[in-house]
């Protein structure tokens, strides 16, 4: 997302970067300044493999 001097996805709501969180059954996109998470096909229309290969490094939550 961040990566290779392309700009962040910015959260609808602040402007704020947003940033891949791996939960055990989904990811979600967490905005770094207010905390607002969204579902990752709110975004699809934008990421790449750029952004998968960033998820895939995303350490998984097993609760």
Same mark, same amino acid.
């Given at each position: 997302m961040d990566t290779q001097g392309r700009s962040p996805l910015a959260c609808p709501a602040c402007r704020g970067r947003l940033h891949? #969180?791996?939960?055990?059954? =989904?990811?979600?996109? #967490?905005? $770094? $300044?207010?905390g607002a998470k969204y579902? #990752?096909?709110? @975004? *699809? *229309? @934008?990421? $790449? $493999? *750029? @952004? =998968?290969?960033? #998820?895939a490094l995303v350490p998984l939550d097993r609760l």
């Open positions: 891949p #969180v791996r939960s055990c059954r =989904e990811v979600s996109l #967490v905005c $770094d $300044d207010c579902p #990752v096909r709110r @975004f *699809a *229309a @934008f990421l $790449d $493999d *750029a @952004f =998968e290969e960033e #998820v």
